[in-house]
């Protein structure tokens, strides 16, 4: 068997001016796709954690179609979660995973996959409200740790990497995105926009993404 590949970087894809980029955790903790629909961000997602992977981190990839990432499935190191009840519980659990990290040297990578961040962060707002009781906060203990990793996850070598589109709703968050990077596919027809080093504020609600100003290649 193969070892594993030392970590490093991941690829993206080809740029507008023929360059190849690539996104490299160490750097930029957290990476966000953002595309037109059927622009390819799941497939990005996919990619990418197969990169991942193949370096040795492990994996909780959150599939709320529960058909798009089959692929990683049975995977050793990976936790697939489909339904909104497993989404919320996954992260949930993320909670314990964070702390008991925090402190830790060479653990391996997590990568916490969430593919349709928009309509998952819906569901979860609405699971949170049927079950909440008296007492309880408000906002979804789900959201609240995905808040948390976002902010301290970098240190406890848990990374975030998630697709979504720059408004709609679910969430509400504000990026930094250093350098947003756009690559166009084949025959130039869809175009395709990363952003990394995301800083976040999550209030259960609206998303309602705020870029850096900077002029995206064309």
């Not at 070892?3 to 001016?17: F, M, N, R, W």
């Not at 504020?201 to 064309?218: A, L, N, V």
Request: charged share 20%; net charge positive.
């Amino acid at each position: 068997m193969r070892a594993p590949a030392a970590s490093g970087p991941a690829l993206i894809g080809i740029s507008t001016d023929g360059t190849a980029i690539a996104v490299d955790v160490d750097h930029a903790p957290h990476i966000l796709v953002c595309t037109s629909t059927g622009g390819g961000s799941t497939t990005i997602l996919r990619n990418l954690t197969a990169q991942f992977l193949h370096q040795g981190a492990h994996a909780l990839v959150l599939d709320p179609t529960r058909i798009s990432h089959l692929w990683a499935k049975d995977l050793p190191t990976v936790t697939h979660r489909g339904n909104v009840a497993g989404i919320h519980d996954a992260l949930v659990g993320l909670a314990a995973e964070l702390k008991r990290r925090t402190d830790l040297d060479g653990v391996p990578r997590l990568m916490a996959v969430f593919d349709r961040v928009d309509d998952t962060l819906r569901h979860l707002a609405r699971y949170w409200e049927t079950f909440r009781h008296e007492g309880d906060p408000k906002k979804s203990p789900a959201i609240s740790v995905l808040e948390d990793v976002l902010y301290e996850g970098r240190q406890a070598r848990i990374h975030v990497l998630y697709n979504g589109q720059a408004s709609g709703g679910g969430l509400s968050l504000l990026f930094n995105l250093q350098r947003p990077r756009c690559y166009s596919t084949a025959g130039g027809s869809a175009r395709t926009c990363v952003g990394a080093s995301v800083s976040s504020t999550i209030r259960s609600g609206r998303w309602t993404g705020r870029f850096s100003r900077q002029r995206w290649p064309r």
